[in-house]
């Protein structure tokens, strides 16, 4: 993690709280996991979990460290989104706050880390309240939230933000050359991704680009007519290419074309604010743990983005 710089202010943080003594019983980060939010989380939970933590990062040889290292520490907890709902389970935070009621074993403190907060329900949320209304002493609940939606205002209301930063273009592109990858910038695919550094990695790992190149192609056929969004629907159906990330190229392809035709002095369209408030309608439909159908959402989504060219063209 200590080659990610954007990173190193909320390690920072963490490190004044616990110096002086002030540290909050839940934290929320608001990052995203392609940013390295989840080694962030894992970071501050093996530094809060260390016998003798340095500048706020753990020594990595204590009994702690070894035992977190080993995915065997006692007063760790981890919980992630889970099944088909790709959410927080109840069941998981029960057994958080039941873990939580008992005292530490081996290090000061009893530490949880909840990947992905964004994703729990509310019967899972309301599991999860009187530990943050009456935490247990000794314990720290860290929070992360990817922010696709908003978290629930009875938990967020009860957590601490600490900062966290997105990284700039400049370290994104650093990053991902001593990764081995050497880039751009300019890229269109990146908007995919929201330029984040990680989901870049692994999209260039697992060779996507052939997926990409035909999701490119099959957008040019539903812009200009030629392709129906039913049957663009159907032909990317084995595409690596997810919705979610189709959804982020459509909505950046848009901004992008009425940046250039507002520079241009061109009228953006009347109709274009209603077209936009769909969009995002289908980023809302789209959150993990809401049953959706996605065929639908998909169809839809297309048949937007052919309207959209169709309102460029007048
Ligand atoms: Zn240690």
């Given amino acids: 993690m200590k080659d990610m710089p954007w990173l190193q202010p909320s390690i920072d943080r963490l490190n004044?709280?616990?110096?002086?003594?002030?540290?909050?019983?839940?934290?929320?980060?608001?990052?995203?996991?392609?940013?390295?939010?989840?080694?962030l989380g894992m970071e501050m939970a093996a530094s809060l979990l260390c016998e003798s933590p340095q500048m706020g990062y753990a020594c990595s040889h204590c009994k702690g460290c070894q035992l977190f290292k080993a995915g065997s520490h006692p007063d760790f907890v981890r919980l992630d989104p889970e099944g088909a709902a790709r959410s927080i389970r109840i069941d998981a935070v029960r057994e958080m706050v039941q873990r939580f009621a008992t005292t530490p074993q081996i290090s000061q403190r009893?530490?949880?880390?909840?990947?992905?907060?964004?994703?729990?329900?509310?019967?899972?949320?309301?599991?999860?309240?009187?530990?943050?209304?009456?935490?247990?002493?000794?314990?720290?609940?860290?929070?992360?939230?990817?922010?696709?939606?908003?978290?629930?205002?009875t938990v967020r209301s009860r957590c601490q933000p600490l900062p966290v930063n997105p990284p700039t273009r400049e370290q994104v592109m650093e990053w991902l050359k001593a990764q081995g990858f050497e880039l751009s910038g300019e890229e269109t695919w990146l908007h995919m991704l929201r330029h984040e550094p990680l989901r870049i990695a692994a999209f260039l790992r697992e060779n996507q680009m052939d997926d990409w190149q035909r999701f490119q192609a099959v957008m040019q056929g539903v812009g200009s007519g030629q392709l129906n969004p039913v049957v663009a629907v159907k032909s990317l159906e084995k595409s690596a290419i997810e919705l979610d990330d189709q959804l982020n190229w459509i909505e950046a392809a848009i901004h992008h074309s009425?940046?250039?035709?507002?520079?241009?002095?061109?009228?953006?369209?009347?109709?274009?604010?209603?077209?936009?408030h769909q969009l995002q309608q289908i980023r809302r439909e789209l959150t993990p743990g809401i049953s959706t159908n996605?065929?639908?959402?998909?169809?839809?989504?297309?048949?937007?983005?052919?309207?959209?060219?169709?309102?460029?063209?007048?």
């Fill in 16 to 39: 004044r709280l616990l110096q002086g003594g002030r540290l909050p019983h839940a934290m929320l980060l608001n990052a995203r996991l392609g940013n390295g939010a989840e080694l």
């Fill in 110 to 153: 009893k530490v949880a880390l909840m990947v992905r907060a964004d994703t729990l329900n509310h019967n899972a949320a309301n599991a999860l309240l009187k530990t943050l209304e009456e935490p247990p002493g000794n314990s720290v609940l860290l929070l992360q939230n990817e922010g696709q939606r908003p978290l629930l205002p």
């Fill in 294 to 314: 996605r065929v639908l959402l998909q169809e839809h989504l297309f048949t937007l983005w052919h309207q959209f060219h169709r309102l460029q063209a007048n």
């Fill in 258 to 276: 009425n940046s250039e035709r507002a520079i241009a002095g061109g009228v953006l369209s009347q109709r274009l604010p209603e077209l936009q």
